[in-house]
């Protein structure tokens, strides 16, 4: 079975390729705003004009054709309503086009399984970081009709402000970063030393907003942006650790995985493997490739969710901008 996904629930636009389970292409074109976030109808704009061209190069990469597809799967939410409409139409396109069928995917639900399948661990405990959301999710079997087996994905706990990546993108603005700002933060950060800021941690929920503040504050009175940067990821990474933690003795799970745009930090992985080896947990994250933004995760959930579900009727074909995972089973329509 080959699969094509197309994700564009934000500032990338991304189509790849799965042919059961093996990654065959991993195309994405991205809008780049300067100096400012992301206008919905300029990110829009960008996918439908690169649409055509990403779609070509990564049925190159695949050495396929379009007729050799035979799902094509699409990231039907959570994100920005504009360019999530762009990946809905173009997957109707073809559909209508080339006579395929078609599945709409949860853009977390992503993350997780193809972090699953790459990583190797099954049913981990997830923490799910990235610009619009920070979650802390577990997956709990049960059976549907046919003995055939169900979803169920609970968020543990989350940010109950701000995702972690609007946190580094909105500060990486505040001081005139123009574009990348959790990469460059990042860098910036490693020739910081540690100032105290506010650290809020509820249970297994978080609040980032006043970390912000006060960041944004420090840097108006004149503290070095490098000081602060190193300080905001110190803290906040902290943050992400302890409630995590909590989450693995609370559901005596043995295995963790990070997935999501900010999964890339080195530094959060470091703590993150760092904590897993002193509480015995397995860690594991896959590549930088998969954790941003990309098509080859969309396909990938897509075939998972196909081989158990089959598709659904087109009139569910329509983006969902706050498409939150225990969302899916209705959204799927599964009994």
Request: proline share 3%; with cysteine; charged share 25%.
């Amino acid at each position: 079975m080959i699969t094509l996904g197309i994700e564009s629930t934000a500032h990338t636009l991304g189509i790849g390729v799965v042919e059961n389970g093996k990654v065959l292409s991993n195309a994405m074109d991205t809008y780049k705003p300067i100096g400012e976030g992301i206008y919905p109808r300029k990110a829009a704009d960008h996918h439908s004009e690169v649409f055509v061209n990403v779609l070509e190069e990564s049925l190159s990469k695949a050495r396929v054709g379009i007729d050799d597809i035979d799902l094509i799967s699409f990231a039907q939410g959570p994100g920005i309503g504009a360019p999530l409409r762009v990946g809905i139409i173009g997957a109707k396109y073809l559909a209508a086009k080339y006579g395929k069928k078609v599945i709409g995917v949860n853009h977390a639900y992503a993350h997780v399984k193809i972090s699953e399948h790459l990583t190797g661990l099954k049913n981990p405990l997830v923490l799910y970081v990235s610009g619009g959301n920070t979650q802390i999710l577990i997956e709990e079997p049960h059976e549907k009709r046919e003995n055939k087996p169900g979803i169920r994905l609970h968020v543990l706990g989350e940010t109950l402000d701000i995702g972690i990546g609007n946190l580094f993108d909105t500060f990486g603005r505040t001081i005139g970063l123009e574009y990348a700002h959790g990469a460059v933060l990042a860098k910036l950060a490693e020739g910081g030393t540690y100032v105290e800021l506010p650290y809020t941690v509820k249970g297994m929920n978080l609040v980032f907003s006043g970390l912000l503040t006060q960041a944004e504050k420090l840097v108006r009175e004149g503290a070095k942006k490098e000081d602060i940067a190193h300080s905001l990821f110190e803290t906040s990474f902290a943050m992400l650790c302890e409630a995590t933690e909590r989450a693995l003795f609370l559901t005596k799970k043995k295995k963790l995985i990070v997935c999501g745009g900010v999964a890339q930090n080195r530094k959060l992985q470091e703590m993150l493997r760092l904590m897993c080896k002193e509480d015995g947990v397995k860690f594991g994250v896959a590549p930088d490739e998969f954790n941003r933004d990309n098509g080859a995760m969309i396909a990938y959930a897509g075939e998972v969710l196909f081989k158990k579900y089959g598709t659904h009727p087109i009139q569910y074909w329509k983006p969902i901008q706050n498409y939150r995972v225990e969302m899916i089973k209705e959204i799927m329509r599964i009994d």
